[in-house]
C-alpha cells in the first residue's frame, strides 16, 4: 500500500511504502528524520506510534522497535537499513516520554520464532469448522488454518478483571486479538470487534483483547478507559503469548473453534462486523 507522508509543517508530500498494516494515514514528519530525502516513517506499525513519541519511555521503544524490526525480517520484505534505524532511535530519544527516576530499563523484546500458525495438531477434519468453506473464510479476509492445531493454552491476567484461561472458554467460539496502545490499525477496528461481541456473545462468541504493550497496567488502562472499551483486555506485556502466537503484524487475530482448535486468522486491520465476517462467525458458533 502506498501512504502520504508529510514533512514536518511543508506543503510537499511524500510517498512512503507500508508494509504489514496497509496504512493509509498522513503523518507529520521532521524534515531532518529522513534518509536520502524518504521519510522513514513507512514500516509496520511502528509508522502509527512515531507521530507519538511521548507515549513512552525512550527503553520502551527500543524494545518495540527490535521487535518491529524482527517483523519486517519474518515477512521477507526489505529490511531496515542501518541508517534508518539510527534515525529512527534518535527520533524517539529526542522525543520519548522522560524516564522516572530510578527506572529500570525495558528488557529487549523476545524474537519471535515459528513461520506458520503455533499449537498442537488436531484431528484432520477440524480443518475450517463445520459450516465454513474457504470461500467464506476468503470473503471474511480471514485465512483459514492450512492444518488444523490446537490453540497454545494460556492464562493472562485481566485489565480490570480477573485472569483468563482460554481452555476455560472451550465450547466458545474465541476470537482472540493482539493489539497495542501504539498501532493505529488495532485502536480503529476495535469498535467492530466490539460490535460482533455484542452481535453473537449471547450465542457462544467471546472476544479477547491481548495487550501487547509495555506500559504500566495502569497507562493501559488510561488509554482503555479513555476510549470506553468494554471488551474483556488481557496483559501480555512480555509478549509471552504473543511470541506463542508468532505474532508478526499488528493486529493479528486467531479464530478458535469451540473445541479449541485454531480455524483461521487474520493479519492486520478488519471490519468484524462486516455482513461476510458476520456470517463465518455465525456458522461456526456452538451448535444449542
Excluded at 465454513?132 to 480471514?142: D, N, V, W
Excluded at 485465512?143 to 478483571?161: C, Q, V
Excluded at 470506553?228 to 496483559?235: K, V
Excluded at 485454531?262 to 456458522?283: K, M, N
Aim: aromatic letters at 6%.
Amino acid at each position: 500500500m502506498i501512504g502520504t507522508v508529510r514533512r514536518g509543517t511543508a506543503a510537499t508530500t511524500l510517498l512512503a511504502a507500508f508494509f504489514l498494516t496497509g496504512c493509509m494515514q498522513e503523518f507529520e514528519v521532521p524534515e531532518a528524520d529522513t534518509v536520502d530525502g524518504k521519510a522513514f516513517v513507512r514500516r509496520c506499525s511502528l509508522c502509527h506510534a512515531l507521530p507519538e513519541p511521548g507515549r513512552m519511555e525512550y527503553p520502551k521503544w527500543q524494545a518495540v522497535v527490535a521487535r518491529m524490526a524482527s517483523n519486517i525480517k519474518a515477512q521477507n520484505v526489505p529490511p531496515m537499513s542501518d541508517a534508518e534505524h539510527a534515525l529512527i532511535l534518535a527520533y524517539l530519544k529526542r522525543n520519548a516520554k522522560p524516564m522516572a527516576p530510578n527506572a529500570e530499563p525495558a528488557a529487549p523484546a523476545p524474537v519471535p520464532s515459528g513461520a506458520g500458525a503455533p499449537g498442537v495438531e488436531a484431528p484432520a477434519d477440524a480443518a475450517t469448522g463445520p459450516g465454513a468453506t474457504a470461500a467464506a473464510y476468503q470473503a471474511a479476509g480471514l485465512i483459514p488454518a492450512d492444518r488444523p492445531h490446537r490453540a497454545p493454552d494460556f492464562t493472562l491476567p485481566g485489565l480490570d478483571g480477573p485472569a483468563t484461561r482460554l481452555s476455560g472458554l472451550k465450547g466458545r467460539l474465541v476470537l482472540l486479538n493482539f493489539w497495542a496502545t501504539w498501532c493505529a490499525p488495532c485502536v480503529k477496528e476495535m469498535p467492530t470487534l466490539e460490535q460482533v461481541a455484542r452481535d453473537l456473545g449471547p450465542r457462544g462468541l467471546t472476544v479477547l483483547a491481548v495487550s501487547l504493550d509495555t506500559l504500566s497496567r495502569e497507562e493501559v488502562a488510561t488509554f482503555v478507559h479513555g476510549y470506553r472499551w468494554q471488551l474483556p483486555i488481557l496483559l501480555d506485556p512480555d509478549a509471552v503469548t504473543g511470541d506463542a502466537y508468532a505474532v508478526r503484524v499488528m493486529p493479528t487475530t486467531y479464530l478458535i473453534g469451540p473445541d479449541g482448535v485454531i480455524l483461521g486468522r487474520a493479519l492486520g486491520i478488519r471490519e468484524w462486523d462486516a455482513a461476510p465476517t458476520v456470517a463465518l462467525l455465525a456458522s461456526l458458533l456452538p451448535k444449542a
